[in-house]
C-alpha cells in the first residue's frame, strides 16, 4: 500500500505511473481527492469539538472546585448545570462525528488498497509481456540428434510421473511422482536449500502452511486475489492454504520494529504451494507447468531502502546460481510496467530454455516491492540514531520454482535411448546417474 501522503502530495506522479501500467487513473483512484478532502474535514471537526469539550469540562472542574469551597454563586451553579448538560451533548456529537470520520477513513483507505505500487523509474515502460526486455543469457540450448520430447510424454514413459492417478486421487492439474521422480523433487529442494544457506547467507526457515487472513492481506493477496487461493475455514475465522512461502516467511516480522544493524534479513524456505489457478482454464493444460500444488524454495529479503535494489540484484543472482550449477541454459528478464504484479516496484523473470517445448518459461520472479509490502504488514525498522521508525523493504524471488526446474532436467538432460541423465551436483543427493523406464 502506498503512503497517504505521499499519493495526496504527489497526484499526478500517481497518475502518471498508473497510465504507464496500462491502467486508467480515474478508475483506480476513483473520488481519492473528495473522500480525501471530507475525511480531514470529519477529523478536524472531532478535533474542534474534543477540544471545546475539554475546555467545558476545565470549567465544570472549577465550579464543582468553588462549590466544594461553599463560595460557589447561584449563577455559577446555573453556568455548571448548563456545562454539563452541554458536555453530554457534545459527547454524543462527538461519537456521530467520530462514526463519520471511521466510515470516510474506511472508504480512503479502501481507494488505498486498490493502488498498485508505482514502478520504479529504471523499470521498462510497456503494455504487456511483449515489451519486457531481455537483460542477459547464461549458457547454451542443449543440441540433441533426435526430436526431443516434452516432459509430459518423457515422464509416463519412464516411469516417474503418473497424471491419470493424481486425477484419481484428487482431480486435474495435481501429479503424482514416482521413483527417482520423487527423488529428483527432493533432491532438487534440498540441493537449493543447501546452497543459499551454506553459499549464499540465508537462514533457512520451515513456516506454517495455514496462514490467517491478516497475513494474507500483509503480503497483498487479499483482497485482490481472493479467488486464486484455498480457503480453509476455522471455526468463526477463515485460514488459507499459502501460494508461496514469501506469505508465511514475510508475515513473520508483521506489526515488529526491526534494529537497523540485523539488515538485510535474508530467509529462505521451502513448502507446497497451493493455487486455484482461477482464469487460467486452457492454459498450459498439459504436464505440470501450471498445477494447483507444487513446491518451491523461496528467498525473501529485509532490506534498509537505501539498499533494496542492490540486494534486489543479489537475490536475483542467487537464484540464477541454481540453474548455472545445474547446467540449465535461461535468461533474464526485466518485466515491462505493463506486466509486472500489482505489489511489484520491480521484477526480473528467470526464464530457462525447454527444449521439448522450444520455448522459454519462468522458473523464478525476483522482485523488489519497496515499502509497499512493509506497510499493509506494518513491519518497520529503527534507523541508527533515530527515534522515528521507517517501513523497511521487502524482496522475494523463487530460488527456484521445484517442479519447473524437475521439468527442464528432464527436457535438457533427456537421451536418445529414452533416460535423462542426471546432473552431476544432484547425484550425491539421488544416488543415482541416470533416470531408466520403469513401471509401478
Not at 505521499?6 to 481519492?32: H, I, S, T
Not at 515488529?256 to 544493524?261: I, T
Given at each position: 500500500?502506498?503512503?497517504?501522503?505521499?499519493?495526496?502530495?504527489?497526484?499526478?506522479?500517481?497518475?502518471?505511473?498508473?497510465?504507464?501500467?496500462?491502467?486508467?487513473?480515474?478508475?483506480?483512484?476513483?473520488?481519492?481527492?473528495d473522500v480525501d478532502a471530507l475525511r480531514r474535514?470529519?477529523?478536524?471537526?472531532?478535533?474542534?469539538?474534543?477540544?471545546?469539550?475539554?475546555?467545558?469540562?476545565?470549567?465544570?472542574?472549577?465550579?464543582?472546585?468553588?462549590?466544594?469551597?461553599?463560595?460557589?454563586?447561584?449563577?455559577?451553579?446555573?453556568?455548571?448545570?448548563?456545562?454539563?448538560?452541554?458536555?453530554?451533548?457534545?459527547?454524543?456529537?462527538?461519537?456521530?462525528?467520530?462514526?463519520?470520520?471511521?466510515?470516510?477513513?474506511?472508504?480512503?483507505?479502501?481507494?488505498?488498497?486498490?493502488?498498485?505500487n508505482l514502478p520504479h523509474a529504471s523499470v521498462?515502460?510497456?503494455?504487456?509481456?511483449?515489451?519486457?526486455?531481455?537483460?542477459?543469457?547464461?549458457?547454451?540450448?542443449?543440441?540433441?540428434?533426435?526430436?526431443?520430447?516434452?516432459?509430459?510424454?518423457?515422464?509416463?514413459?519412464?516411469?516417474?510421473?503418473?497424471?491419470?492417478?493424481?486425477?484419481?486421487?484428487?482431480?486435474?492439474?495435481?501429479?503424482?511422482?514416482?521413483?527417482?521422480?520423487?527423488?529428483?523433487?527432493?533432491?532438487?529442494?534440498?540441493?537449493?536449500?543447501?546452497?543459499?544457506?551454506?553459499?549464499?547467507?540465508?537462514?533457512?526457515?520451515?513456516?506454517?502452511?495455514?496462514?490467517?487472513?491478516?497475513?494474507?492481506?500483509?503480503?497483498?493477496?487479499?483482497?485482490?486475489?481472493?479467488?486464486?487461493?484455498?480457503?480453509?475455514?476455522?471455526?468463526?475465522?477463515?485460514?488459507?492454504?499459502?501460494?508461496?512461502?514469501?506469505?508465511?516467511?514475510?508475515?513473520?516480522?508483521?506489526?515488529?520494529?526491526?534494529?537497523?544493524?540485523?539488515?538485510?534479513?535474508?530467509?529462505?524456505?521451502?513448502?507446497?504451494?497451493?493455487?486455484?489457478?482461477?482464469?487460467?482454464?486452457?492454459?498450459?493444460?498439459?504436464?505440470?507447468?501450471?498445477?494447483?500444488?507444487?513446491?518451491?524454495?523461496?528467498?525473501?529479503?529485509?532490506?534498509?531502502?537505501?539498499?533494496?535494489?542492490?540486494?534486489?540484484?543479489?537475490?536475483?543472482?542467487?537464484?540464477?546460481?541454481?540453474?548455472?550449477?545445474?547446467?540449465?541454459?535461461?535468461?533474464?528478464?526485466?518485466?515491462?510496467?505493463?506486466?509486472?504484479?500489482?505489489?511489484?516496484?520491480?521484477?526480473?523473470?528467470?526464464?530457462?530454455?525447454?527444449?521439448?517445448?522450444?520455448?522459454?518459461?519462468?522458473?523464478?520472479?525476483?522482485?523488489?516491492?519497496?515499502?509497499?509490502?512493509?506497510?499493509?504488514?506494518?513491519?518497520?525498522?529503527?534507523?541508527?540514531?533515530?527515534?522515528?521508525?521507517?517501513?523497511?523493504?521487502?524482496?522475494?524471488?523463487?530460488?527456484?520454482?521445484?517442479?519447473?526446474?524437475?521439468?527442464?532436467?528432464?527436457?535438457?538432460?533427456?537421451?536418445?535411448?529414452?533416460?535423462?541423465?542426471?546432473?552431476?551436483?544432484?547425484?550425491?543427493?539421488?544416488?543415482?546417474?541416470?533416470?531408466?523406464?520403469?513401471?509401478?
Amino acid at each position: 500500500m502506498l503512503d497517504l501522503n505521499f499519493v495526496r502530495e504527489n497526484l499526478p506522479l500517481v497518475e502518471e505511473k498508473l497510465r504507464q501500467r496500462g491502467m486508467d487513473p480515474a478508475g483506480v483512484l476513483k473520488d481519492f481527492r473528495d473522500v480525501d478532502a471530507l475525511r480531514r474535514q470529519s477529523l478536524d471537526a472531532v478535533q474542534r469539538k474534543q477540544h471545546l469539550r475539554r475546555v467545558e469540562s476545565q470549567k465544570v472542574a472549577e465550579y464543582k472546585k468553588r462549590q466544594k469551597q461553599g463560595i460557589a454563586t447561584k449563577a455559577d451553579l446555573k453556568e455548571m448545570e448548563s456545562l454539563i448538560s452541554q458536555s453530554k451533548l457534545d459527547g454524543d456529537l462527538i461519537s456521530q462525528l467520530e462514526a463519520d470520520a471511521a466510515t470516510k477513513d474506511l472508504a480512503l483507505k479502501e481507494i488505498l488498497t486498490g493502488i498498485p505500487n508505482l514502478p520504479h523509474a529504471s523499470v521498462p515502460v510497456g503494455h504487456s509481456a511483449d515489451d519486457n526486455v531481455e537483460v542477459r543469457r547464461w549458457g547454451t540450448p542443449p543440441r540433441f540428434d533426435f526430436a526431443p520430447k516434452p516432459h509430459w510424454d518423457l515422464g509416463p514413459d519412464l516411469g516417474i510421473l503418473d497424471l491419470e492417478r493424481a486425477v484419481k486421487l484428487t482431480g486435474a492439474r495435481f501429479a503424482v511422482y514416482w521413483d527417482l521422480g520423487a527423488k529428483l523433487e527432493r533432491a532438487l529442494a534440498n540441493f537449493m536449500l543447501d546452497l543459499h544457506t551454506r553459499e549464499h547467507g540465508y537462514t533457512e526457515v520451515l513456516p506454517p502452511y495455514l496462514v490467517n487472513s491478516d497475513s494474507m492481506y500483509g503480503t497483498g493477496q487479499l483482497p485482490k486475489f481472493a479467488e486464486d487461493l484455498f480457503r480453509v475455514p476455522h471455526g468463526d475465522k477463515d485460514l488459507w492454504l499459502i501460494s508461496t512461502a514469501e506469505v508465511p516467511v514475510t508475515n513473520l516480522y508483521r506489526d515488529e520494529v526491526l534494529d537497523q544493524a540485523r539488515l538485510p534479513i535474508s530467509l529462505t524456505a521451502y513448502t507446497p504451494c497451493f493455487r486455484s489457478e482461477a482464469g487460467s482454464y486452457g492454459k498450459d493444460v498439459r504436464g505440470i507447468i501450471r498445477q494447483h500444488q507444487f513446491q518451491k524454495v523461496e528467498l525473501v529479503k529485509f532490506a534498509h531502502p537505501d539498499h533494496s535494489y542492490e540486494e534486489h540484484e543479489k537475490l536475483t543472482r542467487d537464484a540464477e546460481e541454481v540453474l548455472q550449477k545445474l547446467g540449465l541454459h535461461y535468461r533474464v528478464m526485466a518485466l515491462s510496467t505493463g506486466d509486472m504484479s500489482a505489489i511489484s516496484a520491480k521484477t526480473y523473470d528467470i526464464e530457462v530454455w525447454l527444449p521439448g517445448q522450444q520455448l522459454y518459461r519462468e522458473i523464478s520472479s525476483c522482485s523488489n516491492f519497496e515499502a509497499y509490502q512493509a506497510r499493509r504488514a506494518n513491519i518497520r525498522f529503527r534507523p541508527e540514531g533515530k527515534n522515528k521508525t521507517e517501513f523497511i523493504h521487502t524482496l522475494n524471488g523463487s530460488g527456484l520454482a521445484v517442479g519447473r526446474t524437475w521439468v527442464a532436467i528432464v527436457e535438457n538432460y533427456q537421451q536418445s535411448d529414452g533416460s535423462v541423465v542426471i546432473p552431476e551436483v544432484l547425484r550425491p543427493y539421488i544416488g543415482a546417474e541416470r533416470i531408466t523406464p520403469k513401471r509401478f
